[in-house]
Nanobody, 114 residues
Framework: QVQVVESGGGLVQAGGSLRLSCVASGLFLSVDTMRWYRQAPGKRRELVAEITRRGNTNTLDSDRFTISRDDAKKAVYLQMNSLKPEDTAVYYC??????????WGQGTRVTVSS
């Protein structure tokens, strides 16, 4: 059983920063690509950032968002700076487990006030 738990969301003023964390736990060999998605009210879920086992990254807004991982902790982080009201959403972590499948967390809410 794999569990994925996000944390770090909250309310922040525009221009502020937040750091989201996601930790995977359970019995598995290793973690492949780790991703952050977000879903704003009334909108489709979109990919925010991803990082492979090799550390290659793909980011929606690389000027403001930085994804990183700690394989020893089976964790992935999303540093978000210069936040805007349009960043308001529920942020979800998705973890791909080698030889298994991908797992979602329950989401952490980010609210950016103007």
């Amino acid at each position: 059983q794999v569990q994925v738990v996000e944390s770090g969301g909250g309310l922040v003023q525009a221009g502020g920063s937040l750091r989201l964390s996601c930790v995977a736990s359970g019995l598995f060999l290793s973690v492949d690509t780790m991703r952050w998605y977000r879903q704003a009210p009334g909108k489709r879920r979109e990919l925010v950032a991803e990082i492979t086992r090799r550390g290659n990254t793909n980011t929606l807004d690389s000027d403001r968002f930085t994804i990183s991982r700690d394989d020893a902790k089976k964790a992935v982080y999303l540093q978000m700076n210069s936040l805007k009201p349009e960043d308001t959403a529920v942020y979800y972590c998705n973890v791909a487990i080698r030889y298994d499948g991908s797992y979602w967390g329950q989401g952490t809410r980010v609210t950016v006030s103007s």
